[in-house]
T-cell receptor
Framework: DSGVTQTPKHLITATGQRVTLRCSPR?????VYWYQQSLDQGLQFLIQ???????AKGNILERFSAQQFPDLHSELNLSSLELGDSALYFC?????????????FGPGTRLTVL | GQQLNQSPQSMFIQEGEDVSMNCTSS?????WLWYKQDPGEGPVLLIA?????ELTSNGRLTAQFGITRKDSFLNISASIPSDVGIYFC????????????FGKGTHLIIQP
């Protein structure tokens, strides 16, 4: 158990819909990272937040957005969903804001878009 | 975006054999990381490398940061059944503020 929690574990929805994925970092960690894992693209970095502020941005679509709240939990919002958005979405946390810090991954949310 | 070429894609080995996998890139990385992912779980960090030429061990695992800073390898000695899983390399580009780049993974299968 990494100490990072993600909810829900599974999510099934339809194209065009909007969903919110939630992540609680390990106690004391200030940084949260979001990743997407699909069979064809592998693990792709989406976005990083540090202490409530956006720190780094990767291959995140404009239809996707994220935020980190004062209690340090984070939400990833995915809108106008397409079939290709079906994937595993991981959240990771680290204690500081440096990308090479040890990142502890949560168990992931499996999103299926029908 | 940047790509890491990880090989082999999969490995079928006998228990007790040594395993070797590697990652290469056309770009220079300032950090190399190796993760293992079990089915239904998130990746778990195995080894982190921060300097060119660095050789680091974690139990039966050994990884090295290539001198050119464009490659890294991971060795597993005397494999055991619990080594089964997918191994990913990941790197952070020099001066990069755009997150980790991951390889496509090496799927390790151990035959009894």
């Amino acid at each position: 158990d990494s100490g990072v929690t993600q909810t829900p574990k599974h999510l099934i929805t339809a194209t065009g819909q909007r969903v919110t994925l939630r992540c609680s970092p390990r106690s004391g960690d200030l940084s949260v990272y979001w990743y997407q894992q699909s069979l064809d693209q592998g693990l792709q970095f989406l976005i990083q937040y540090y202490n409530g502020e956006e720190r780094a941005k990767g291959n995140i679509l404009e239809r996707f957005s994220a935020q980190q709240f004062p209690d340090l939990h984070s939400e990833l919002n995915l809108s106008s969903l397409e079939l290709g958005d079906s994937a595993l979405y991981f959240c990771a946390s680290s204690d500081a804001g440096i990308m090479s810090d040890t990142q502890y991954f949560g168990p992931g949310t499996r999103l299926t878009v029908l | 975006g940047q790509q890491l070429n990880q090989s082999p894609q999969s490995m079928f080995i006998q228990e007790g054999e040594d395993v070797s996998m590697n990652c290469t890139s056309s770009s220079i990385f300032n950090t190399w990381l190796w993760y293992k992912q079990d089915p239904g779980e998130g990746p778990v960090l195995l080894i982190a490398l921060y300097k060119a030429g660095e050789l680091t061990s974690n139990g039966r695992l050994t990884a090295q940061f290539g001198i050119t800073r464009k490659d890294s390898f991971l060795n597993i000695s005397a494999s055991i059944p619990s080594d089964v899983g997918i191994y990913f390399c990941a790197g952070q580009l020099v001066g990069g503020a755009d997150g980790l780049t991951f390889g496509k993974g090496t799927h390790l299968i151990i035959q009894p």
